[in-house]
């Protein structure tokens, strides 16, 4: 597999071809939506590049690898899920969305070492069924706050999970950042 980066350090240049072909610039060979999608997974830095414009078109592909994950792998995004983010788009919350599911998966990958715990023998299931439900009570909570009207966050289980003080913590302080945001865009 190729180097993270190129030796000057800038991710490595893909071109997308009209005929859709991607063209790997450092490996001078083509390659396919699941090499890039490899590449992610083993954390290549890369952008695609149109060839004929040369504008930036990572955040297309990268879509697109979604999309095909999607469609033939196992569905990791729920209906709901996609419901909520697609209402987003026009919102006057759609700015802050980017930023908070950052924040979210950020936190995430925080969480992956209680995940890989509670796979450890001993832990078991139970461990990662109290992690998930704590991520998806936040989750809901969330969409809640940024989409009127939704059902998000009135089905969570009145009887949550017990909080760690430091998640509760970095919530209050991701909330603080969040109605600061909020005031900005009101002013």
Known sequence: MADKKTSDGEPIVIKKYANRRLYNTQ????ITLDDLARMVRTGVDFKVLDAKSGSDITHAI???????EETHGEQMLPVSFLRDLISMYGNSMQSMMPSYLEATMENFRTNQAKLRE?????LGAGAFSKIAEKNMAMFQAAAGAFIPGSNAGKDATPEAPAADPDDIDALKSQMAEMQRKLDKLGK
């Open 62 to 68: 990268l879509t697109q690898i979604i999309m095909e």
């Open 27 to 30: 490996s001078s060979s083509y």
């Open 118 to 122: 509670a796979f450890q023998p001993g």
